[in-house]
């Protein structure tokens, strides 16, 4: 079985920083692409970055410049750098990783149980 595990969510003010990690644990042969997504309640799930295997990254337009997405393959972990937050940045913040799993054949999408971040302003 894998697991995602997020943390690092909070409370800030605007203008600071936060950073949130993901780790992937259990049965993993390999990863292929992690991400951030948010979601606020009543509207639609937002992906927020994306760091491919190779590590190509993807931003939404909103975070472009203030967030930065890393990961460490040898620990299984991905990173969202978060800065100069907004409160419009105000979300649950959920992992995502695409990961062949070493008992199953086929790639799988798993998610972490969400992280909130809260920007006052």
């Known amino acids: 079985q894998v697991q995602l595990v997020e943390s690092g969510g909070g409370l800030v003010q605007a203008g600071g920083s936060l950073r949130l990690s993901c780790v992937a644990s259990g049965s993993i042969f390999s990863i292929n692409s992690m991400a951030w997504y948010r979601h606020v309640l009543g509207k639609q799930r937002e992906l927020v970055a994306r760091v491919m295997s190779g590590g190509s990254t993807n931003y939404a337009d909103s975070v472009k410049g203030r967030f930065t997405i890393s990961r460490d393959n040898a620990k299984n972990t991905v990173y969202l750098q978060m800065s100069s937050l907004k409160p419009e940045d105000t979300a649950v913040y959920y992992c995502?990783?695409?990961?062949?799993?070493?008992?199953?054949?086929?790639?799988?999408?798993?998610w972490g149980q969400g992280t909130q971040v809260t920007v006052s302003s």
């Open positions: 995502n990783a695409a990961i062949q799993s070493s008992h199953f054949s086929q790639l799988g999408i798993y």
